[in-house]
């Protein structure tokens, strides 16, 4: 019988950290979708959000600022949150080699709170993706700009960063689809941007890439 030894530490540390509500329903996604080879931990500000979250690690971020409640779609909230808890966060990924950091842009928590965290990684020497969607038009004129704002914070701290337009998913989906349905599709392509990314480094295959070649 052939008995191999295999050393853990000798893999790569995938951790994908879900902020606010479109990031926590995204890291579900993954979880439920079976991901493998990664770490889960969901940020909110919302208690009972996170309550929801099948992440291994919750961090309830702000707590002196929201008392458990939401941003109420005020990114400023968000990363004064995220910044109050810079300690937890750090704690939760010191140990990984590569951070995802998944969001919805637009709202309070996730718009905030993902660069900070990302900055966070990135000050650790940890490599940093950011996969996050864009809000849908119908969502109004200031949520937009509020996501924009996020993408460009996120642009100066992270490695790599995927966006992902909902606008577009309409155009490939159904003009029937219910207003539910669409907002699931949204954390549904999060879910599989951290997973094309995460399969090539994690999961063994036709495709394995070295993480060293990821770093370059």
Known sequence: MLEFDIDMDSFARLKVVGVGGGGNNAVNRMIAAGLRGVEFIAVNTDKQALFLSQATTKIQIGDKLTKGLGAGANPEIGEKAANESRDEIAMAIKDADMVFVTAGMGGGTGTG????????????????????????????????????AGVEALKKVVDTLVTIPN????????????????????DDVLRQGVQGISDLIAVPGLINLDFADVKT
């Open 113 to 148: 709170g993902a660069p900070v965290i990302a900055q966070i990684a990135k000050e650790m020497g940890i490599l940093t993706v950011a996969v996050v969607t864009k809000p849908f038009m119908f969502e109004g004129k200031k949520r937009m700009m509020q996501a924009e």
């Open 167 to 186: 606008d577009k998913l309409l155009q490939i989906a159904d003009k029937k689809m219910p207003l539910v349905k669409a907002f699931n599709l949204a």
